[in-house]
């Protein structure tokens, strides 16, 4: 399936390089379309579908752990969207989120006047944005992220830039997606001109290549393997992956004074990759951005619901 879908992709790159104005964004919609479609079958009934999709589970595991149907918006919920146990941890911690602490303090960072007077509010005017990162910037020529906004803001008002992986940057995101969230905004990733369809193609790229003496990439793990148990976790589908950071983990909570516990999505996505046998690409690095940029792509349309929690 897997192997279907970069053949399919890779064969209408080379077509659809003659694209129209306005019509930029057509191969990449056409792969959202296919992942969606891939995952809402993949989930539809897992135990009827163990010969295609679930080889290596076991049938008690497909008939008993399994969420059935899950559809469109459910895939904001990564893993929690299929797995019946995860969910039920899941819905009792959100009842008293320990994300909110986090968002109050992003809060008063982001009003909190820099030394030349002025405040986030001046680069962010609006503060329900969290599903329009990351955008193409035409003039700059480079996708440009949440967390390269908040640093340049930062550096243009005379500040220093925070750290990208957690402390003030994920509070200030966190601030970010919970009022996106309350204002029910949902992914909105635009792709408008031939070198963003360019950016995105590099990103998905990226996605699907396989690396590593491991030999995996994002795909093998997160589309065709998901739903699959590794170790203690099951494998998350990457439809929906970019919709609800910061999250907070209890592993992240440890240790350091800053470790305390929220983390932002290019942190998650190193780590992930560093467990893959891999060296990630710097978290502002054209590679991660571009990488991010097709991740938040695919989710376009879910909603946005950060900041979360995750194992
Ligand atoms: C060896 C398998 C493996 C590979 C390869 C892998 N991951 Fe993961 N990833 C995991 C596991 C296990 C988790 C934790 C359980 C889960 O949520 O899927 C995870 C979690 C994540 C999460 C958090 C999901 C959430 O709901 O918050 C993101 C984001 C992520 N991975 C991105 C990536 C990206 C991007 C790549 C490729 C650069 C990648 N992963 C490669 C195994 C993998």
Redesign the pocket.
Known sequence: MLFKIVKATALAALVTSAAVAGDYNKQAEKDREGIVKYFETKFSDPEKNKNTFFPYSTDDELKNNFIKNVKGDEFSK??YSFSKNGRLSYDEIKEFPPTEEFVEKGEALFNKPFANGKSFKNCFPDTTVAGEYPFYDEKRSQVITLTQAINECLTSNGEKKFKTTKGKMAHLQAYIAQESTDAEKRMDIKIESKAAAEAYEKGKEY?FTQRGYLN???A???IQ?SGQR?RN????PGLG?AT?FP?YRLKWAAGKADNDGLGT?ER??SG??K??GQVPPKNTSETMKE?LYF?AYISNGLPVDGPDI?K
Do not use: K, N, P
Not at 233 to 236: G, I, Q, R
């Open positions: 990564g893993g996605y995996l990439s994002c093998t793990c997160h393997g590794v976790e099951s494998l998350s992956h609800h999250v999505l998650r996505m992930c990759i467990d893959a990488l991740m995750r």
